[in-house]
T-cell receptor
Framework: AQKVTQAQTEISVVEKEDVTLDCVYE???????LFWYKQPPSGELVFLIR??????QNEISGRYSWNFQKSTSSFNFTITASQVVDSAVYFC???????????????FGQGTILTVHP | DADVTQTPRNRITKTGKRIMLECSQT?????MYWYRQDPGLGLRLIYY???????NKGEISDGYSVSRQAQAKFSLSLESAIPNQTALYFC??????????????FGAGSRLTVL
Protein backbone atom coordinates (compact mmCIF):
# COMPACT_ATOMS: atom_id res chain seq x y z
CA ALA A 1 0.00 0.00 0.00
CA GLN A 2 1.10 3.52 -0.65
CA LYS A 3 1.63 5.98 2.16
CA VAL A 4 2.60 9.62 2.41
CA THR A 5 3.73 11.24 5.64
CA GLN A 6 4.02 14.95 6.24
CA ALA A 7 5.40 15.04 9.76
CA GLN A 8 5.02 18.80 10.19
CA THR A 9 1.43 19.56 11.08
CA GLU A 10 1.94 23.31 11.35
CA ILE A 11 4.81 25.67 10.59
CA SER A 12 4.93 29.33 11.48
CA VAL A 13 7.54 31.68 10.03
CA VAL A 14 8.12 35.37 9.62
CA GLU A 15 8.09 36.88 6.17
CA LYS A 16 11.35 36.52 4.21
CA GLU A 17 12.38 33.41 6.10
CA ASP A 18 13.08 30.26 4.11
CA VAL A 19 10.91 27.28 5.00
CA THR A 20 11.07 23.60 4.06
CA LEU A 21 8.07 21.28 4.10
CA ASP A 22 8.96 17.63 4.49
CA CYS A 23 7.34 14.72 2.67
CA VAL A 24 8.24 11.06 3.05
CA TYR A 25 6.55 8.36 1.02
CA GLU A 26 6.26 4.59 0.86
CA UNK A 27 5.54 2.54 -2.25
CA UNK A 28 6.48 -0.79 -3.78
CA UNK A 29 6.04 0.50 -7.31
CA UNK A 30 9.08 1.19 -9.45
CA UNK A 31 7.19 3.77 -11.50
CA UNK A 32 5.36 6.38 -9.51
CA UNK A 33 4.66 10.07 -9.37
CA LEU A 34 4.93 12.63 -6.62
CA PHE A 35 2.94 15.83 -6.37
CA TRP A 36 2.55 18.95 -4.30
CA TYR A 37 -0.74 20.81 -4.04
CA LYS A 38 -1.45 24.12 -2.32
CA GLN A 39 -4.71 24.95 -0.55
CA PRO A 40 -4.94 28.68 0.21
CA PRO A 41 -7.44 30.02 2.75
CA SER A 42 -10.05 30.27 0.00
CA GLY A 43 -10.14 26.47 -0.02
CA GLU A 44 -9.39 25.46 -3.59
CA LEU A 45 -6.64 22.97 -4.36
CA VAL A 46 -3.93 24.22 -6.67
CA PHE A 47 -1.51 21.90 -8.42
CA LEU A 48 2.13 22.96 -7.96
CA ILE A 49 4.38 20.24 -9.31
CA ARG A 50 4.65 16.60 -10.33
CA UNK A 51 7.79 14.51 -10.47
CA UNK A 52 8.20 10.97 -11.82
CA UNK A 53 10.28 8.35 -10.08
CA UNK A 54 12.94 8.32 -12.77
CA UNK A 55 13.73 11.99 -12.56
CA UNK A 56 15.67 12.92 -9.45
CA GLN A 57 16.67 16.32 -10.66
CA ASN A 58 15.76 19.09 -8.31
CA GLU A 59 13.42 21.70 -9.67
CA ILE A 60 13.21 25.41 -9.06
CA SER A 61 10.32 27.65 -9.97
CA GLY A 62 10.78 31.18 -8.76
CA ARG A 63 10.86 31.08 -4.96
CA TYR A 64 9.77 27.42 -4.91
CA SER A 65 12.14 24.47 -5.13
CA TRP A 66 11.71 20.74 -4.75
CA ASN A 67 14.26 18.16 -3.62
CA PHE A 68 13.49 14.58 -4.64
CA GLN A 69 15.67 11.86 -3.09
CA LYS A 70 14.77 8.25 -3.82
CA SER A 71 17.41 7.00 -1.39
CA THR A 72 15.46 8.50 1.51
CA SER A 73 12.00 8.33 -0.14
CA SER A 74 11.57 12.04 0.33
CA PHE A 75 10.18 14.86 -1.78
CA ASN A 76 10.70 18.06 0.15
CA PHE A 77 9.43 21.50 -0.78
CA THR A 78 11.28 24.72 0.03
CA ILE A 79 9.94 28.24 -0.17
CA THR A 80 12.67 30.85 -0.27
CA ALA A 81 12.01 34.32 1.13
CA SER A 82 8.50 33.41 2.20
CA GLN A 83 5.64 35.86 1.78
CA VAL A 84 2.30 36.24 3.50
CA VAL A 85 0.59 34.98 0.34
CA ASP A 86 2.36 31.65 0.83
CA SER A 87 0.17 30.99 3.88
CA ALA A 88 -1.79 27.88 3.01
CA VAL A 89 -2.11 24.17 3.60
CA TYR A 90 0.32 22.20 1.48
CA PHE A 91 -0.28 18.59 0.51
CA CYS A 92 2.19 16.07 -0.79
CA UNK A 93 0.73 13.19 -2.79
CA UNK A 94 1.83 9.94 -4.44
CA UNK A 95 0.38 7.88 -7.27
CA UNK A 96 1.35 4.88 -9.33
CA UNK A 97 1.59 4.99 -13.09
CA UNK A 98 -1.79 5.97 -14.53
CA UNK A 99 -1.46 4.62 -18.05
CA UNK A 100 -3.54 1.84 -19.57
CA UNK A 101 -5.83 0.22 -17.04
CA UNK A 102 -3.93 1.40 -13.99
CA UNK A 103 -5.91 3.95 -12.09
CA UNK A 104 -3.13 6.13 -10.83
CA UNK A 105 -5.02 6.95 -7.67
CA UNK A 106 -3.50 9.69 -5.56
CA UNK A 107 -2.68 9.11 -1.93
CA PHE A 108 -2.33 12.34 0.01
CA GLY A 109 -0.34 13.23 3.09
CA GLN A 110 -2.00 14.82 6.07
CA GLY A 111 -1.05 18.31 4.98
CA THR A 112 1.15 21.00 6.53
CA ILE A 113 -0.38 24.29 7.57
CA LEU A 114 2.06 27.08 6.76
CA THR A 115 1.51 30.48 8.31
CA VAL A 116 3.72 33.34 7.22
CA HIS A 117 3.55 36.37 9.50
CA PRO A 118 4.31 39.88 8.27
CA ASP B 1 -17.08 28.94 -15.85
CA ALA B 2 -14.97 26.60 -13.77
CA ASP B 3 -13.63 23.42 -15.34
CA VAL B 4 -15.01 21.37 -12.45
CA THR B 5 -18.20 22.61 -10.78
CA GLN B 6 -19.53 21.32 -7.49
CA THR B 7 -22.98 21.99 -6.10
CA PRO B 8 -23.94 22.86 -3.46
CA ARG B 9 -20.91 24.72 -2.12
CA ASN B 10 -22.26 24.66 1.40
CA ARG B 11 -24.93 22.52 2.98
CA ILE B 12 -26.18 22.05 6.49
CA THR B 13 -28.40 19.07 7.11
CA LYS B 14 -29.67 16.86 9.90
CA THR B 15 -28.79 13.35 10.89
CA GLY B 16 -30.65 10.78 8.82
CA LYS B 17 -31.31 12.99 5.82
CA ARG B 18 -30.34 11.98 2.29
CA ILE B 19 -27.85 14.29 0.66
CA MET B 20 -26.52 14.47 -2.88
CA LEU B 21 -23.42 16.37 -3.90
CA GLU B 22 -23.13 16.96 -7.60
CA CYS B 23 -20.09 17.41 -9.80
CA SER B 24 -19.89 18.35 -13.45
CA GLN B 25 -16.85 18.98 -15.62
CA THR B 26 -16.15 20.58 -18.95
CA UNK B 27 -12.65 19.18 -19.44
CA UNK B 28 -13.78 16.08 -21.29
CA UNK B 29 -11.91 13.83 -18.87
CA UNK B 30 -12.90 10.21 -18.40
CA UNK B 31 -11.62 9.86 -14.85
CA MET B 32 -13.50 11.38 -11.95
CA TYR B 33 -13.00 11.16 -8.20
CA TRP B 34 -14.60 12.09 -4.92
CA TYR B 35 -12.34 12.94 -2.00
CA ARG B 36 -13.10 13.94 1.55
CA GLN B 37 -10.94 16.36 3.54
CA ASP B 38 -10.78 16.34 7.31
CA PRO B 39 -8.37 18.42 9.41
CA GLY B 40 -5.20 16.48 10.14
CA LEU B 41 -6.17 13.62 7.84
CA GLY B 42 -5.53 15.13 4.44
CA LEU B 43 -7.67 14.04 1.51
CA ARG B 44 -9.06 10.53 1.44
CA LEU B 45 -10.54 8.84 -1.59
CA ILE B 46 -14.21 7.88 -1.39
CA TYR B 47 -15.01 6.67 -4.92
CA TYR B 48 -13.48 6.90 -8.35
CA UNK B 49 -14.63 6.24 -11.87
CA UNK B 50 -12.65 5.34 -14.97
CA UNK B 51 -15.57 6.01 -17.29
CA UNK B 52 -19.36 5.88 -17.20
CA UNK B 53 -19.37 2.08 -16.86
CA UNK B 54 -16.69 1.90 -14.21
CA UNK B 55 -17.23 2.70 -10.52
CA ASN B 56 -14.78 1.78 -7.79
CA LYS B 57 -14.69 2.11 -4.03
CA GLY B 58 -11.93 4.11 -2.44
CA GLU B 59 -10.53 3.78 1.04
CA ILE B 60 -13.56 5.25 2.85
CA SER B 61 -16.64 4.34 0.81
CA ASP B 62 -18.85 3.10 3.67
CA GLY B 63 -21.93 5.29 4.03
CA TYR B 64 -21.54 6.75 0.55
CA SER B 65 -22.72 5.88 -2.95
CA VAL B 66 -22.06 7.42 -6.35
CA SER B 67 -23.61 7.70 -9.75
CA ARG B 68 -21.81 8.45 -13.01
CA GLN B 69 -24.70 9.79 -15.08
CA ALA B 70 -22.54 10.83 -18.01
CA GLN B 71 -18.89 11.41 -18.78
CA ALA B 72 -19.24 14.90 -17.40
CA LYS B 73 -21.29 14.17 -14.27
CA PHE B 74 -20.39 12.29 -11.11
CA SER B 75 -22.65 12.54 -8.05
CA LEU B 76 -21.95 11.54 -4.47
CA SER B 77 -24.82 10.53 -2.19
CA LEU B 78 -25.12 10.10 1.53
CA GLU B 79 -28.19 7.93 1.99
CA SER B 80 -28.54 8.67 5.69
CA ALA B 81 -26.18 11.39 6.82
CA ILE B 82 -24.43 11.16 10.19
CA PRO B 83 -22.42 13.81 12.05
CA ASN B 84 -19.02 12.23 11.37
CA GLN B 85 -19.65 12.81 7.67
CA THR B 86 -19.24 16.50 8.33
CA ALA B 87 -16.32 17.42 6.08
CA LEU B 88 -15.15 19.24 2.98
CA TYR B 89 -15.79 17.18 -0.14
CA PHE B 90 -13.86 17.57 -3.36
CA CYS B 91 -14.62 16.29 -6.81
CA UNK B 92 -11.70 15.93 -9.21
CA UNK B 93 -11.03 14.89 -12.78
CA UNK B 94 -7.95 13.75 -14.64
CA UNK B 95 -6.73 12.68 -18.05
CA UNK B 96 -3.43 10.85 -17.62
CA UNK B 97 -3.58 9.02 -20.95
CA UNK B 98 -0.84 11.01 -22.58
CA UNK B 99 1.55 11.41 -19.70
CA UNK B 100 0.87 8.60 -17.26
CA UNK B 101 0.98 11.17 -14.50
CA UNK B 102 -2.40 11.60 -12.93
CA UNK B 103 -2.64 15.34 -12.37
CA UNK B 104 -5.99 16.01 -10.77
CA UNK B 105 -8.09 19.10 -11.42
CA PHE B 106 -10.25 19.81 -8.41
CA GLY B 107 -13.56 21.52 -7.96
CA ALA B 108 -13.94 24.28 -5.40
CA GLY B 109 -15.26 21.92 -2.74
CA SER B 110 -18.59 21.30 -1.02
CA ARG B 111 -18.69 21.91 2.70
CA LEU B 112 -21.18 19.60 4.38
CA THR B 113 -22.29 19.93 7.99
CA VAL B 114 -24.42 17.19 9.52
CA LEU B 115 -26.12 18.19 12.77
Amino acid sequence: AQKVTQAQTEISVVEKEDVTLDCVYETRDTTYYLFWYKQPPSGELVFLIRRNSFDEQNEISGRYSWNFQKSTSSFNFTITASQVVDSAVYFCALSDYAGGTSYGKLTFGQGTILTVHP
Amino acid sequence: DADVTQTPRNRITKTGKRIMLECSQTKGHDRMYWYRQDPGLGLRLIYYSFDVKDINKGEISDGYSVSRQAQAKFSLSLESAIPNQTALYFCATSDPVHSGANVLTFGAGSRLTVL
